[in-house]
């Protein structure tokens, strides 16, 4: 048995006790695109597939020695964000991921839960556009997260390019805005990268299983990028995945249930130019 170092990636985010978003449905995912997952949490929560009944932040020095903790110790070669529950929780994570190199680093600015509830207050928000966005490799919003950080409604093509253009001035120097939050039969996801952009196009499945989608999605980003895959493949691979995720369901609880990460990816994606 070969003894090299088997590729590590991190996340830093809230817990879901539900199991299907956050900490646990991106090592989930770590382990189904086999790479050894580590995480610092922020927050637990009390959630199921009906919503968040409660969240707890951790003290930040906790959060400084969980950093310190996996840099002592291990190579991470990727990282990715979730929830960071306030601006005092991001300036942590800013900070630490200043302080240590743990390579390429993928930002889901986790803003609301499927159920509603808020998972990131009010000057978390200003501190995730100001302080963690221009650390980005890449920033992965939904389209309520999109206008949310860009501060106005999102409803045609051409005002979602124009947003995704002024996130990447904000500091994220690749932005993909995804479109499951439509209504249209195709769902589309924009990606604007430094040196590229296109649409990703697939058809939209009428479910309402779709807990940690967006957690999933960025967890296959990271899982790649530490494997060496470009960005542009990295992200195509994440969405084969959560369609796949997706079309082959699973029924757990009562509400908003979560994907499937036992599912194989699904190629019927459209790449096509911006």
């Given amino acids: 048995m070969s003894q090299q ?9 809230g817990s879901d006790s539900g199991g299907g978003a956050g900490i646990q449905a991106d090592l989930k995912t770590f382990q189904a695109r086999h790479v050894f997952g580590t995480a610092i949490q922020v927050a637990p929560t009390a959630q199921n597939t009906q919503g968040v009944i409660a969240s707890f932040p951790l003290p930040v020095d906790f959060i400084d020695t969980e950093f310190q903790a996996l840099a002592d110790d291990l190579a ?28 390429p680093l993928v930002v889901d600015p986790v803003m609301v839960a499927k159920g509603g509830a808020h998972l990131l207050a009010d000057d978390g928000i200003q501190a995730v556009i100001e302080a963690l966005l221009p650390l980005a490799t890449v920033v992965t919003p939904n389209l309520p997260e999109a206008e949310t950080i860009v501060g106005r409604a999102l409803t045609t093509p051409a005002e979602i390019i124009a947003a995704a253009e002024e996130i990447q001035h904000l500091g994220g120097n690749n932005v993909i805005i995804k479109g499951g939050h439509g209504t249209e039969p195709v ?8 040196n590229d ?41 994440a969405r084969m995945f959560i369609q796949g995720a997706i079309k ?27």
């Fill in 197 to 237: 952009a296109f649409w990703l196009d697939a058809p939209r499945i009428s479910t309402k299983n779709t807990h940690g989608t967006g957690d999933t999605f960025s967890a296959v980003i990271t899982a790649e990028l530490a494997k060496g895959a470009s960005l542009k493949m990295a992200i195509i691979l």
């Fill in 5 to 13: 170092q088997y590729v590590q990636v991190a996340t830093i985010a």
């Fill in 76 to 103: 991470i070669r990727a990282v990715k964000t979730g929830m960071l529950y306030d601006a005092a929780h991001v300036q942590a994570v800013v900070a630490n991921l200043t302080r240590y190199d743990l390579g």
């Fill in 187 to 194: 769902t589309h996801d924009c990606v604007l990268l430094e």
């Fill in 248 to 274: 082959d369901g699973i029924v757990v609880g009562h509400g908003h249930g979560p994907t499937n990460h036992w599912a194989q990816p699904d190629p019927g994606i459209t790449v096509r130019s911006l």
